[in-house]
Each structure stands twice: as structure tokens, then as C-alpha cells.
């Protein structure tokens, strides 16, 4: 079946660090990769996406490369802010069954202090 | 602007009632999904529907119903017989094409009391 494994967390940083959030997946067939961020409190939002191989979605400073060889879509920042503070969800979509249900990993908190 | 509405925001039950979550969107969406999400598991598929007057059940549609007589709306109940049903229920919907994303309402808190 289809999965998404992301890494664990409270991911904690100070403001201005690099952020890596992992995300790896497993699907049949060929998906489409997103990363959606949800504030407390509220639903998610897309933050990016990628719809192919070595394409690299991108969004307020946050970016992500779809590599189909090692089945990965890690989210990077280079200098992350207190807004940032929020669960990021990796998620796929592949045709199954004639739909395409949007599957999601666990989720990851960050937290950055001032 | 277009998007989806869920309400009520907060929902207080007593054990043993049924009650029903609102979802409406206005997305021209053919896809509607309803999620549940508890603290470190992530979104579970309840239930979604591809197309009007049909529904298919998710990972965890025990205790669950929904219906979709109108392409705008896919309401969820939760019955009696959903043994904790104390979540944060999330809406969804989409093109439901290849490449295309999801949108999502701004979710509705059930506690059971």
C-alpha cells in the first residue's frame, strides 16, 4: 500500500537555524509529493508541492526536491523564524482505485525560540 | 472567496448521542474527504466520496456515516456507537485529478462529556 514516514518530533530550533524535516514514502506507481503545515488550532495548508521527479517545490523560504531514487522529499529551510512554530505533514497522491486520496505521514512539530 | 467551511469550530457531546459535523465547500471540487486527527497519529481517512449520491469507507469508518446528496456538502456523523470519539475532525476536499492538492477546512473539535 501507500505510506508516508516522516521523521519524529518536537523537532526544537533557535531562530535563524537550518531546518530538515525528513520525509520518505512508498506508493505504487508514479505520486505527487506535498508538504502542508498546520497552525494550532486550524486545518492544513499546502505549503508546497513537487508532481515529478527531481522537480523541487518551494514557498516562503521553505524547499523540498522530489527524489524518486531514494523514495525521498526532505523540507529545508535556511533560517527559520518563531512563525514558522507549527506540525508540518509530508503527503502523496497516486491513483488508486480510480481516486487519488491524499495520504499523509504522522506529522512533525517544530518549535523555534527566539 | 472560494474554500471550505466546517462548524461548528467546538462541539460538546454526551455519551451516547449522535451528532453531526458540517462540511461545505465551494471549490467546485468532485472529491470530499473527512480525516480524523488525534495527538501523535497523524490525519486517518474516515470516509470520502469521489462524486454525488456515492461514498466509500476509509481506514477507520466504524461508528462513522456520512452522506452526499449535493456536490457541496459531505456531512459526517459520529453515532453512538464510536467508542472515543473525542478528536479533532478535519474536511477535505479536491479535484481529485492527478498533481492536484488538497484543501482543507479549519476543523471541528468533538469532546464527548
Known amino acids: 500500500g501507500n505510506s508516508v514516514t516522516q521523521m519524529e518530533g518536537p523537532v526544537t530550533l533557535s531562530e535563524e537555524a537550518f531546518l530538515t524535516i525528513n520525509c520518505t514514502y512508498t506508493?505504487?506507481?508514479?505520486?505527487?509529493l506535498f508538504w502542508y503545515v498546520q497552525y494550532p488550532g486550524e486545518g492544513l495548508q499546502l505549503l508546497l508541492k513537487a508532481t515529478k521527479a527531481d522537480d523541487k517545490g518551494s514557498n516562503k523560504g521553505f524547499e523540498a526536491t522530489y527524489r524518486k531514487e531514494t523514495t525521498s522529499f526532505h523540507l529545508e529551510k535556511g533560517s527559520v523564524q518563531v512563525s514558522d512554530s507549527a506540525v508540518y505533514f509530508c503527503?502523496?497522491?497516486?491513483?488508486?482505485?480510480?481516486?487519488?486520496?491524499?495520504?499523509f505521514g504522522r506529522g512533525t512539530s517544530l518549535i523555534v525560540h527566539p | 472567496d472560494g474554500g471550505i467551511t466546517q462548524s461548528p469550530k467546538y462541539l460538546f457531546r454526551k455519551e451516547g448521542q449522535n451528532v453531526t459535523l458540517s462540511c461545505e465547500q465551494n471549490?467546485?471540487?468532485?472529491?470530499m474527504y473527512w480525516y480524523r486527527q488525534d495527538p501523535g497519529q497523524g490525519l486517518r481517512l474516515i470516509y470520502y466520496?469521489?462524486?454525488?449520491?456515492?461514498?466509500q469507507k476509509g481506514d477507520i469508518a466504524e461508528g462513522y456515516s456520512v452522506s452526499r446528496e449535493k456536490k457541496e456538502s459531505f456531512p459526517l456523523t459520529v453515532t453512538s456507537a464510536q467508542k472515543n470519539p473525542t478528536a479533532f475532525y478535519l474536511c477535505?476536499?479536491?479535484?481529485?485529478?492527478?498533481?492536484?492538492?488538497?484543501?482543507f477546512g479549519q476543523g471541528t473539535r468533538l469532546t464527548v462529556v
Open positions: 471549490l467546485n471540487h468532485d472529491a
Open positions: 506508493a505504487t506507481g508514479y505520486p505527487s
Open positions: 477535505a476536499s479536491s479535484k481529485d485529478r492527478a498533481k492536484t492538492e488538497a484543501f
Open positions: 503527503a502523496l497522491s497516486v491513483p488508486s482505485g480510480g481516486s487519488y486520496i491524499p495520504t
Open positions: 466520496s469521489q462524486i454525488v449520491n456515492d461514498f
